[in-house]
């Protein structure tokens, strides 16, 4: 049993899990990030080295594989488009995180008739593939007149039309002991504020997970916006970066390489920035009561 | 902790028929919160999903009128197209394979980084950042380039390319998923700080080891994720797209061995522009996925925890 | 959805009549698309490209502009398989935009399912005066003009020049045959010690060439297939022989080709030669440090050429276009305009206008020169192109891979393959 107990001035004793807990790590990490790596170094290397070459480093650097990755955007400044995704991105967000955990709480911890068929069919939502429901949602949008606007892109977020979080939530919900709301309801909480003020703040690890996962997926989902956005000044970074890489035109794997890097600067450090705040979980959020 | 306390007070109540008016009002309460998801559901998914269910039974190609067919997408999907039953033996071995490897991963992270006093925030940005990728046109040719004949498995390993040979091509675009099992590791993570520190430090006085504090503890108040886990990850190996699709140019190759279902589906609706096939083929995912997903959930009953209905 | 069947006049996207009826019902109508803006007209205008087509289209949209005051052009572009989904949703969605950018394996489906406008509606705001009559016949669909080509590209043999002629073998010439070039390969694989080819067994485009070599065609006029089993299992009996001498590419080098120039076997250094489209060959020249020269595809064994020229892309007008006029006189712009063709150049490339072509030709550089100067060897020694492909067209040449995967993985005997292909290729044409 390895109880860490407060250091005395001697020094401590070499604690060999902890050592083979790192060493294992860094060692699956040198496996892991090997790919990210290779993308980095080929990001900067000259077209005829970009395949053929088998080594990691590149020859000699190709810093003009970015410039040509940016040169696509030129029409529209990047800074508008940085604009344009984080509206997007920011819109997801806000919308899953409300109405995801709206709903999951009714699913969770309410009790209302179909309850059991309409969860049934809230799952079954996500077994269709998308491919098949494309082409109506497009026609959808495009009666409401929301094409070539964000509308189609936030829109469904608000809906709770992505069943993965309201499950998630679902579950951490589920999680909690019962006895939280109806120690809440003595106190003559209604539904609403038992939500609010205590079901809400003890989620807050699925939440936040919510949160995070839906700026990086929103981010990275060129194909819903390449299929609702018409106006190069309404497009997305991603959008604007992966439109300009044809690879069927002409060699273009390093632009594309320094592209992907590019747009994946913002997430990564949307990730850095937030991914703390996955830690608080219990520790924080006072359910030792 | 005041919950006790004020647990044993509500039992009481609780027991008895709760009153009517109470019921029904939390019963329209619940229709408030549930009310963007269902018109959510009925615009933006009901919707939709009706029509490609009318079209499963149409010859539909996208750009004329749909005409009836009755159920000749679905007796041409099983009688007489080879390639599908290919599709289909491609996508169950990837579900088999890819499924059970990149949980199991997620969740040995997981469990590591819990036991970390330092670094932890490191690492879990470290292991998170291949999923921050997803799955496109540069990855894929990286993976290709690893993959390949004299790539770096090959130099490392001398087992020449995977992704040029049809027997192999299936493992590389498994492993591309299994590396990218950020999502469910930081779901695990998340369900492993709600675990309250209580029961452990409980669990240590009592003298409980390590394995038997995993057991009795970790699994039970972790099983509600590891569930949500499994079932979404099973459904979306099932509707496995876009590492096939990138890492084999959309084509399911070498010789359709990672022609996955949604590939072929793809194929099918955008590509020869059959909708109303794909869209039968869509409605046949959809049920078996959905039988597997109501077996899993048929045996959640007998593994999974809920603390809310842990008292029964 | 009743009803929507039983309508003999019932326009095409019917999915999007039912939905909208459904919405409107819902009482939740939205507005319509606008497309006149201030007074002005507003067209979109939609293609596929790369960052430089973009930069070079958007000046020529903009000189346009600049010319018709009350004409306004919004644009859009993604590359070549984005755009594709993308057109087939909008076109689904009947959404399509005024002015599309085409492939030639487009216009039969987007001209059948009435997505397309009839050029002959607008006759007077386009001129083809300055276009090859058979060039421009192949965006006629049932005899009538759907779309109008905008450039033209023909397959060639290229490779690596250094190598080949360190090896001593003799180069390749005019009309020079398939055995010919089977008999180069072979030389090539001797002297060398690699594959002297891609295995061209996997390249629907290639099968094409040597079809037409020997007088026949991939589809006939009235949308069936032009050859059999036994011609295709020919076919890949000859290349899967040569595969077999290590003469062309393993199945393991060829089926990693996935349309970009670096995933090619040349465009590895695995083999010497390679068949592909004139400009896109140009990707080659970042590759292959001393360059590439584009040589004629072989011809059939009696000297008929198979190869043609093929236009490499498209205008079409949508047939719910508001302004059909206005978006007819922007095509008109970009293919005849003096100054607009300066612009573009051969970014789409080299220009069907015969008089264009010669005003441009000084001005190109490098391999657009290069290009220029082969299309200039063959011309006048071709046979006309074909009919655009019939819309099964678009699923088959993937299927036309998937089948060879089946006979270089040695799957499969040719015959075998072929004759799956060809039930495959009927059940894609069946009316």
């Known amino acids: ?289 | 902790m005041t919950t006790t306390q004020t647990q044993a007070a509500v039992r009481g109540p609780k027991a008895e028929v709760p009153q009517k008016p109470v019921r029904r009002r939390r019963e329209g309460a619940a229709w408030v919160f549930l009310s963007p998801w269902v018109l959510g559901a009925c615009v933006l998914t009901l919707l939709p999903m009706a029509v490609s269910l009318y079209l499963s039974f149409t010859d539909y190609d996208l750009f004329n009128a749909p005409n009836w067919v009755g159920l000749r997408n679905y007796t041409q999907m099983f009688t007489e197209d080879p390639r599908y039953w290919r599709s289909v033996g491609a996508t169950l071995t990837y579900v088999v394979i890819a499924v059970p490897l990149q949980l199991a991963l997620a969740l040995v992270v997981a469990l590591a980084l819990k036991g970390m006093k330092r670094g932890r925030a490191f690492y879990r940005s470290a292991f998170y950042a291949p999923s921050l990728l997803g799955a496109s046109m540069s990855i894929a040719l990286v993976w290709r380039a690893i993959f390949n004949d004299g790539g770096t498995v090959d130099n490392l390993f001398g087992t020449g390319g995977w992704v040029n040979k049809p027997g192999w091509a299936l493992f590389a675009v498994a492993l591309l998923t299994v590396w990218q099992f950020g999502a469910p590791m930081v779901i695990f993570l998340a369900g492993l700080q709600q675990i309250p520190g209580e029961l452990y430090e409980a669990a240590e006085v009592d003298g409980a080891s390590r394995w038997r504090q995993f057991l009795s503890i970790t699994v039970p108040m972790l099983s509600p994720v590891i569930f949500f886990n499994l079932v979404l990850q099973t459904i979306q190996a099932f509707q496995v797209f876009t590492p096939a699709f990138a890492v084999s140019a959309g084509k399911g190759g070498p010789a359709d061995s990672t022609l996955f279902y949604t590939l072929y589906l793809y194929d099918r609706g955008f590509v020869a522009s059959h909708m109303g096939y794909a869209s039968a083929m869509a409605w046949v995912l959809l049920i078996a996925i959905g039988a597997v997903t109501a077996v899993l959930f048929r045996t959640s009953r007998s593994w999974v925890f809920y603390a809310s209905e842990g008292d029964r | 959805m009743p009803g929507s069947r039983t309508r003999t006049s019932f326009r095409p996207r019917a999915a999007a009549t039912a939905l909208a009826l459904c919405v409107v019902l819902a009482g939740c109508s939205g507005g319509d698309a606008s497309s006149s803006a201030g007074g002005k007209v507003v067209l979109r205008y939609t293609w596929w490209g790369n960052p430089d087509r973009a930069a070079r289209t958007q000046e020529a949209v903009d000189l346009f502009e600049k010319k018709n005051p009350g004409i306004e052009v919004q644009t859009s572009f993604s590359g070549y398989d984005a755009y594709k989904q993308k057109l087939a949703t909008q076109a689904a969605g009947g959404d399509a935009p005024d002015v599309m950018q085409l492939d030639y394996r487009m216009i039969d489906q987007y001209a059948s399912g009435g997505v397309l406008m009839d050029f002959a509606e607008q006759p007077a705001a386009l001129d083809t005066g300055e276009f090859d009559a058979g060039l421009l016949a192949t965006g006629k669909v049932d005899g009538k003009q759907y779309a109008i080509p905008q450039a033209r590209g023909t397959e060639t043999v290229v490779y690596d020049t250094e190598q080949w002629k360190a090896s001593g073998v003799e180069l390749p010439r005019q009309g020079w045959t398939w055995s010919d070039w089977a008999d180069a390969m072979r030389a090539l694989a001797e002297k060398t010690g690699k594959p002297g080819a891609t295995d061209p067994g996997q390249s629907e485009d290639a099968f094409e060439i040597w079809l037409r070599g020997q007088g026949k065609a991939l589809y006939t006029k009235d949308r069936k297939l032009g050859f059999t089993a036994d011609d295709l299992a020919r076919w890949w009996t000859f290349t899967d022989k040569l595969r077999r001498e290590g003469v062309v590419s393993s199945a393991e080098q060829t089926s990693q080709i996935d349309g970009t120039v670096e995933n090619t076997p040349l465009g590895r250094g695995y083999v010497i030669a390679d068949t592909n489209w004139d400009a896109p060959s140009s990707g080659f020249l970042a590759l292959i440090p001393d360059g590439v020269t584009l040589a004629p595809m072989p011809s059939g064994e009696d000297g008929t050429p198979g190869q043609y020229f093929k236009p490499s892309m498209f205008m079409g007008v949508s047939a719910d276009a508001t302004h059909p006029k206005e978006s007819v006189r922007l095509i008109d712009f970009m293919l005849n305009d003096a100054e607009a063709a300066k612009i573009l150049g051969a970014t789409r490339g080299i220009p069907v206008n015969e008089t264009l072509r010669d005003a441009i030709a000084p001005e190109l550089k490098d391999f657009d020169k290069t290009v220029y100067d082969f299309q200039a060897s063959v011309d006048g020694k071709l046979e006309p192109p074909p009919q655009a492909p019939p819309s099964g067209d678009s699923a088959l040449q993937t299927t036309f891979q998937r089948d060879y995967d089946q006979v270089s993985y040695e799957r499969m005997s040719p015959r075998e393959a072929a004759e799956n292909y060809i039930t495959e290729a009927n059940a894609e044409l069946r009316p």
């Open chain 1, 1 to 289: 049993m390895t109880t860490t107990t407060p250091t005395t001035v001697a020094r401590k004793p070499l604690d060999w899990r902890r050592v083979a807990l790192h060493a294992g790590c860094l060692a699956a990490l040198l496996v892991m990030l090997y790919p990210l790596a290779w993308l980095l170094a080929t990001s900067v290397k000259p077209a005829d080295e970009v395949i053929a070459s088998l080594n990691l480093l590149p020859g000699k650097l190709e810093w003009s594989n970015y410039e040509t990755a940016l040169d696509g955007v030129n029409d529209v400044s990047v800074t508008r488009l940085l604009t344009n995704s984080l509206l997007i991105a920011g819109g997801a967000v806000i919308g899953n995180v409300i109405s995801c955990s709206l709903a999951a709480y009714a699913f969770a911890r309410l009790r209302f008739r179909f309850r059991g068929p309409l969860f049934a069919f809230m799952i079954a939502t996500i077994m269709l593939p998308h491919h098949a429901v494309l082409i109506p949602q497009y026609i959808i949008f495009n009666q409401l007149g929301m094409v070539n606007t964000y509308w189609p892109l936030i829109l469904p977020k608000f809906l709770a039309t992505e069943a993965f979080f309201v499950f998630l939530i679902v579950q951490f919900m589920r999680g909690l002991p019962r006895e939280l709301e109806e120690a809440a309801r003595i106190d003559g909480c209604g539904p609403f504020r038992s939500f609010f003020s205590v079901i809400l703040p003890l989620t807050r690890p699925a939440l936040i997970t919510t949160a995070i996962f839906t700026f990086i997926w929103t981010w990275n989902d060129f194909f819903t916006q390449l299929i609702y956005l018409f106006s190069p000044e309404k497009f997305t970074l991603t959008l604007a970066l992966r439109s300009f890489v044809d690879a069927s035109s002409t060699s273009a794997f390093g632009p594309m390489f320094a592209m992907s890097v590019i747009a994946l600067l913002p997430i990564v450090l949307f990730f850095l920035a937030f991914q703390r705040f996955l830690v608080e979980g219990m520790a924080n959020s006072g359910i030792k009561g």
